[in-house]
């Protein structure tokens, strides 16, 4: 009889992580689309400050780089809001997300406070490649294109 009991215990506890895990997935996706929304967006915005701060880090052809960028975030970050395509966007905009880090915050360039400034935002750029890693795994969650809100 406590098999019996455990194995209830233990279904009715897979059926309540089931249904928090499409919910906190879809928020996760969210998140993370967020961040690229918004950053392609400013760019898309302010166009000319976003060439010139390619420029200023020496990335080349810095007009074709923008644009390459700012199609990657929108799209990416639509993909993954919307749940849809979510493991081909996630493992992009993860391997965009480290050679952006690699680019844009060369911490072992720096000394002092803006070592440990670059240090940090490179180690934030590295947990949200966390994220795009476990949705390559994860896929969308139900609450998604992808899902259709299917059981």
């Known amino acids: 009889m406590s098999s019996l009991h455990s194995r209830d215990r233990a ?24 961040v690229f929304l918004y950053s392609g967006a400013v760019k898309l915005l302010a166009w000319q400050a976003a060439v010139t701060e390619f420029g200023q880090l020496d ?4 007009v074709i780089a923008v644009t390459a960028t700012v199609v990657v975030q929108l799209l990416g ?3 993954i809001g919307l749940g849809w395509r979510v493991r081909a966007a996630a493992a992009a905009l993860a391997a965009f997300t480290v050679i ?18 670059q240090l940090t935002t490179a180690l934030e750029h590295l947990a949200i490649v966390g994220g795009f890693l476990l949705l390559t795994v994860t896929g969308p969650g139900r609450l998604s294109l992808e899902g259709k809100g299917r059981a």
Do not use: C, K, N
Request: charged letters at 10%; proline letters at 6%; glycine letters at 10%.
């Open 59 to 62: 990335v080349p052809l810095p």
């Open 77 to 79: 970050g639509l993909a």
């Open 11 to 34: 279904s009715a506890y897979a059926t309540t992580v089931g249904a928090w895990a499409d919910s906190l997935l879809l928020a996760a996706r969210l998140f993370l689309a967020a």
């Open 100 to 117: 952006a880090t690699l680019i844009g915050h060369p911490f072992w360039t720096f000394g002092g406070v803006e070592f440990q400034r």
